[in-house]
Nanobody, 122 residues
Framework: QVQLVESGGGLVQTGGSLRLSCAASGRTFSSYAMGWFRQAPGKEREFVGAISRSGERTYYTDSVKGRFTISRDNAKNTVDLQMNSLKPEDTAVYYC???????????????WGQGTQVTVSS
């Protein structure tokens, strides 16, 4: 069992930056690949990015490549999402999630956080 808690969301202007953090409970954090997803109002939840268990591999959806960076610290049981050059279309609730093997497939993630709101004003 892994419990995930996101933090760091808020209101930012277009072009600004935010850093989201996801804290995981349990001793097996390094056994899980981690992903970030987001859900905008009236839209389906979508994949944002993922990081492998060791942190060596990362994957991003095209719309955030070059702007968002995922990192993890297995000693601290945290995974972060650094978001730069934010756009109004990045407005969404952002969720972190855990899965045994890194994947972009949402249905394969077993554990989810409660989400944190990110709002980008124009």
């Amino acid at each position: 069992q892994v419990q995930l808690v996101e933090s760091g969301g808020g209101l930012v202007q277009t072009g600004g930056s935010l850093r989201l953090s996801c804290a995981a409970s349990g001793r097996t954090f390094s056994s899980y690949a981690m992903g970030w997803f987001r859900q905008a109002p009236g839209k389906e939840r979508e994949f944002v990015g993922a990081i492998s268990r060791s942190g060596e591999r990362t994957y991003y959806t095209d719309s955030v490549k070059g702007r968002f960076t995922i990192s993890r610290d297995n000693a601290k049981n945290t995974v972060d999402l650094q978001m730069n050059s934010l756009k109004p279309e990045d407005t969404a609730v952002y969720y972190c999630a855990a899965t045994p093997y890194v994947t972009t497939t949402m249905g394969l993630y077993r554990y989810w956080g409660q989400g944190t709101q990110v709002t980008v004003s124009s």
